[in-house]
């Protein structure tokens, strides 16, 4: 396989001065890889969304998530989290949960 120059040479200098592969040969592979192992694990979740369309995550389900994994403070509170986000969708319908918890925060800051 053919790799354009900049990215073998950028394969070539993490491997010499980051040690992140033994080779860039066994860099390049473990990316692909990785690559296309996302490819099939998406897959096989779009095929079971499109099996079973109700398993599918809502904003507020997916918000909460964000909250959980990033340790935000909300995290502690779904209910809030699931308003914030029924309250963002209702204008803006493709709200991404960072949205959702930025919006959540500003609805819990104080009048000035």
């Known amino acids: 396989m053919r790799l354009p120059a900049a990215l073998r040479e950028a394969a070539a ?20 890889r990785a690559m296309l192992e996302a ?10 969304y499109q ?8 904003l507020g389900d997916l918000v909460i998530a964000a909250a959980q994994l990033d340790g935000h403070p909300f995290a502690t509170q779904p209910e809030r989290l699931r308003r914030a986000a029924a309250e963002i ?18 609805r819990a800051m104080p009048a000035a």
């Open 89 to 106: 969708t209702a204008s803006h319908p493709a709200a991404t949960p960072d949205e959702v918890l930025l919006w959540a925060e500003a």
């Open 13 to 32: 200098l993490a491997v010499a001065e980051l040690g992140v592969a033994p080779s860039a040969t066994a860099l390049t592979a473990a990316a692909l």
């Open 39 to 48: 490819i099939v694990l998406q897959a096989a979740l779009n095929q079971h």
């Open 51 to 58: 099996d079973y369309p109700r398993a599918r995550p809502d």
